[in-house]
């Protein structure tokens, strides 16, 4: 789908062109910490939410409206495909998030994991995305996203969230065998998935790997970047390269250069490495995005605006950089908090 943008400073950074600054968006932007978003909510559960087209662009869009980004990132949520390869997915309220109450252990229930169509499985988030760029009229890009392989793998065997993924680790230690043809499989619908938000008019598609800290670098390799490398080259083949591939893998500054290595065309950095170390390491091959920590929108206005030109000035300047969070942001935090952050990103490269 084409369409013409008012403002496409992400595209540009993101390709590593010439920006007169650099453009500012941030993980789960559209979500709890607005009281827009919370008064949707107490109407709607979750689910219904992300599988309602018309739901899932109002919050998409409300961030851009109330905060003033350079981006919108398509509402959803990472969990949706395993969902759709037949886990069963729950999310309670007060329950600690997302789980699957039937998760997988046994080889039998990856063998019966369906092969997806996401045009037909996962078809309410096309609709979601082909909906958001009809209101947003070219604004702003339109950010897609999937989970990366490995995350979507510990979720899968594990059953939720994990302080020591101790089934995960089990089964790559133990059936390294198993754990590769589940991985294969979820990659294969990563592919698939990422392929339809780019064709319904994502402008932008970013890979989430959360969970890549809990490896040793060389289990990392193994198990979460080989399968992210095929499916950033994978993406790029299938739609001509037209959108540009974030990828993101918190708590892997170790595999940096690695990271960068995948085709990608931007590596998202957590809060945990100096911008500066992760521009030397990898050079000018990819662009940066990052990397305040999250829970500096605790502080003052003047000490995110401090702490935002601290990290342009480790940049040295706006090309290829993208200022976001090193990771999500935190629900409780005030709505003006994330406004200086991003008034400050605006403003950190124009001094």
């Given at each position: 789908m084409?369409?013409?943008?008012?403002?496409?400073?992400?595209?540009?950074?993101?390709?590593?062109?010439?920006?007169?600054r650099?453009?500012?968006?941030?993980m789960r932007?559209?979500?709890?910490?607005?009281p827009e978003?919370?008064a949707?909510?107490a109407?709607?559960?979750?689910?219904?939410?992300?599988?309602?087209?018309e739901?899932?662009?109002?919050?998409?869009i409300?961030?851009v409206?109330?905060?003033?980004v350079?981006a919108?990132i398509?509402?959803?949520?990472i969990?949706?495909?395993?969902?759709?390869m037949?886990?069963?997915?729950?999310?309670?309220?007060?329950?600690?998030?997302?789980?699957f109450?039937d998760?997988?252990?046994?080889?039998?229930?990856?063998?019966?994991l369906?092969?997806?169509?996401?045009?037909?499985?996962?078809?309410?988030?096309a609709?979601?995305?082909?909906?958001?760029?009809?209101?947003?009229?070219g604004?702003?890009?339109?950010?897609?996203?999937?989970?990366?392989?490995?995350?979507?793998?510990?979720?899968?065997v594990?059953?939720?969230g994990?302080?020591?993924?101790?089934?995960?680790?089990?089964?790559?230690f133990t059936?390294?065998?198993?754990?590769?043809?589940?991985?294969?499989?979820?990659?294969?619908?990563?592919?698939?998935?990422?392929?339809?938000?780019?064709e319904?008019g994502?402008?932008?598609?970013?890979?989430?790997?959360t969970?890549a800290?809990?490896l040793t670098?060389?289990?990392?390799?193994?198990?979460?970047?080989?399968?992210?490398g095929d499916?950033?080259r994978?993406?790029?083949?299938?739609?001509?390269?037209?959108?540009?591939?974030?990828?993101?893998?918190?708590?892997?500054?170790h595999?940096?250069t690695?990271?960068?290595?995948t085709?990608?065309?931007v590596?998202?950095?957590?809060?945990t490495?100096?911008?500066?170390?992760a521009?030397?390491?990898?050079?000018?091959?990819?662009a940066?995005?990052?990397n305040?920590?999250?829970?500096?929108?605790?502080?003052s206005?003047?000490?995110?605006?401090?702490?935002?030109?601290?990290?342009?000035?480790r940049?040295?300047d706006?090309?290829?950089h993208i200022?976001?969070?090193g990771?999500g942001?935190?629900?409780?935090?005030?709505?003006?908090?994330?406004?200086?952050?991003?008034?400050?990103?605006?403003?950190?490269?124009?001094?």
């Open positions: 084409k369409h013409t943008l008012q403002n496409d400073l992400l595209i540009r950074a993101a390709r590593r062109e010439k920006t007169e650099a453009p500012v968006w941030f932007q559209a979500g709890r910490y607005l978003y919370r949707l909510r109407k709607h559960d979750f689910l219904t939410m992300v599988k309602n087209p739901l899932a662009s109002e919050v998409t409300q961030p409206d109330l905060i003033g350079d919108a398509i509402f959803s949520d969990l949706i495909v395993p969902e759709a037949g886990m069963k997915l729950l999310v309670e309220e007060g329950k600690g998030g997302p789980r109450p998760p997988i252990r046994l080889y039998t229930q990856i063998r019966d369906k092969d997806i169509d996401p045009s037909r499985d996962l078809k309410y988030v609709d979601a995305i082909i909906l958001t760029q009809q209101k947003l009229k604004r702003v890009p339109l950010i897609g996203f999937s989970g990366a392989p490995w995350t979507l793998f510990c979720y899968m594990e059953g939720s994990s302080k020591d993924f101790r089934h995960a680790k089990e089964m790559i059936r390294s065998d198993e754990a590769h043809k589940l991985l294969q499989k979820i990659a294969g619908a990563v592919a698939d998935y990422l392929v339809m938000q780019i319904a994502a402008d932008v598609v970013q890979i989430f790997d969970w800290g809990i670098p060389e289990d990392f390799q193994d198990f979460s970047l080989q399968y992210i499916i950033v994978d993406v790029k083949k299938r739609t001509n390269n037209r959108a540009p591939v974030i990828v993101f893998c918190k708590g892997a500054n595999s940096l690695e990271i960068a290595a085709s990608c065309d590596v998202g950095l957590d809060w490495i100096d911008i500066a170390d521009k030397a390491l990898i050079g000018n091959e990819v940066l995005q990052g305040l920590d999250p829970s500096l929108l605790f502080a206005e003047q000490v995110i605006t401090d702490r935002v030109n601290e990290i342009a000035g940049m040295g706006c090309t290829g200022f976001n969070l990771h942001i935190t629900p409780d935090v005030q709505p003006d908090r994330a406004r200086a952050f991003v008034e400050a990103g605006k403003k950190a490269y124009l001094r």
